[in-house]
Structure formats: C-alpha cells, structure tokens
C-alpha cells in the first residue's frame, strides 16, 4: 500500500505552517512532505515532526528568491555559489528533521543552452557529492512548462538519462505523475521505465491539480501499479484540495495510518 506524505505548503493551509503538522497527524497522515522549510527556526520544524509523531518525505533545497520568480539555481552558471550556499543553508533542516532525500531545483534555463546543461550536470554532482557525505539522497523533478514557464527541466527522458549516465548513487528522480502526464502522457509505462531511478512520487489531479479522485487519469489503479512495482518510497500528495483539505480526504481513507 502506497505510503503517502501529506503536503503541508499546500494541504491543511487554513492552519499556520508549524500547526499543519498536528492536522496532518489527526488526519491519518503519518509522514509529510513541503516545499520550503526555511522561514522558520530548523528545531520548530523537527519539534513539529516529532511531537506528532510524523516522518519527514522531502523538502526542496533553497529555490533563491520564490515570489520574484526564481526555481532553484542548479543550470544558472552564474549562480553556482548561491547554491553552494543553499546546501549549507538545508542542512540544519535535514539533521533536525531526519528526512532522507532533498529536491534541488533546476532554474529558468535554456536547456538548448550547452553551458547551463554542463552547469546541472556540474550542480547536481556537486549536490548529490555534498549530500552523499551524510547519508541523503537528491531527486531532480522535471515541471511542465504550463505551471512553470521556461523551467530548465521539463523532459522526464532528460532526467532519465543524465541520472543513468552520471550514475551516482545517491541521485534519483522524482517523479510526479501531475507533471509526467502533462508534459508526455503515457505516466503507467514511464514509471515502469524510470521505478529503478525513482526515489519520490508526487501525485495530483490532472488538469486541475486537486484531490487524486477524478479528471484525468485513473490513480487507484496507479497505487496499485506502484505496488506491483515495488516502490517503497513515499508518494507527495502535492495538490491544492478544492475547499477544506479535509473535506477532500474520501480518496485518503483505505490509506490512513499507513507506515512504511
Ligand atoms: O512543482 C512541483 O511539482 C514541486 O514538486 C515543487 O517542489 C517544485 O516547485
Ligand atoms: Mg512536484
């Protein structure tokens, strides 16, 4: 059974950030995932986590400044030591928090661009090198360029592909159904291409990025498919619920409760 982690930048919004763990908990969730941890002191994150008794799935590492739109720097040349510095900046908020793996973001890039593709290639290596050192994991996820104009990874078989011919170990994909089935379609075959690389899942309705019950693709049979796959890993419930997050919770209930 699919072990999913409740998305607190945008479930449970109707409480404040350090408050969505408990509605998290009390709603069945037993692990949580977020965007971005950073506006608040590492120890409340991790006291939040622990309080309720809640297992940290994935965060994003800095994105540099979100509202002006930045996505993460790691095909921005020129940016290589702001990224650097957002490793350091993360850190203290795996240690506090004990998740396993971290999102590094790839920017708004031209991937036609030879010199911001020998950048990702030289950040993620550099990330996953950093990272490697304390025992987490860094996923890359392609974003479809609907949500995410010009965003530098948005081909799931360029991810594929720079992850099997780098070959580090602690490099994954992440792979969210949401964006996979509005960039290439075809999700059901491309998880089982891409489940060995595969470290995070990330689900949503598609095209409205609701509650995974209903619009276009069938999810229970995707839970299923990730099962007979194998996966282990958590699966992101990254949508924004249509009223209350818990009003929306129906597709939830046979999963409640669930731990890895
Ligand atoms: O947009 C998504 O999809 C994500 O997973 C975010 O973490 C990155 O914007
Ligand atoms: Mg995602």
Not at 32 to 59: I, M, S, W
Not at 99 to 119: C, D, F
Request: aromatic share 14%; glycine share 8%; net charge negative.
């Amino acid at each position: 059974m699919p072990h999913f982690a409740a998305n607190l930048s945008m479930m449970f919004t109707d409480v404040p950030f350090l408050d969505r763990f408990e509605a998290a908990a009390k709603a069945g969730f037993t692990a949580v995932e977020f965007l971005f941890p950073y506006d608040h002191p590492a120890e409340a994150v991790g006291d939040g986590l622990k309080r309720n008794g809640l297992t940290q799935a994935l965060f994003n590492l800095p994105p540099g400044n979100w509202d002006a739109g930045e996505k993460g720097f790691a095909a921005l040349p020129e940016r290589f030591d702001d990224l650097k510095r957002g490793l350091e900046t993360a850190l203290p908020y795996a240690q506090a928090t004990g998740v396993k793996r971290l999102h590094l973001m790839a920017g708004i890039a031209n991937r036609s661009e030879p010199k911001a593709v020998e950048q990702f290639y030289k950040s993620v290596t550099w990330a996953a090198e950093f990272f490697a050192a304390y025992g987490l994991d860094v996923v890359i996820e392609p974003i479809n360029a609907r949500n995410v104009p010009g965003y530098f990874l948005n081909d799931f078989g360029f991810a594929r592909d720079l992850i099997t011919e780098l070959k580090i170990p602690n490099l994954k994909l992440q792979f969210d159904i949401y964006h996979c089935q509005i960039i290439h379609g075809d999700v059901t075959m491309r998880l089982r291409e891409m489940m060995p690389i595969t470290g995070h899942v990330q689900i949503a309705s598609i095209p409205s990025r609701n509650e995974p019950d209903g619009e276009e693709l069938n999810y229970p049979f995707l839970f299923t498919e990730l099962d007979r796959l194998g996966y282990g890993g958590f699966v992101g419930c990254e949508y924004n619920p249509r009223g209350k997050t818990t009003d929306g919770l129906a597709w939830f209930k046979p999963y409640a409760g669930v731990k890895p």
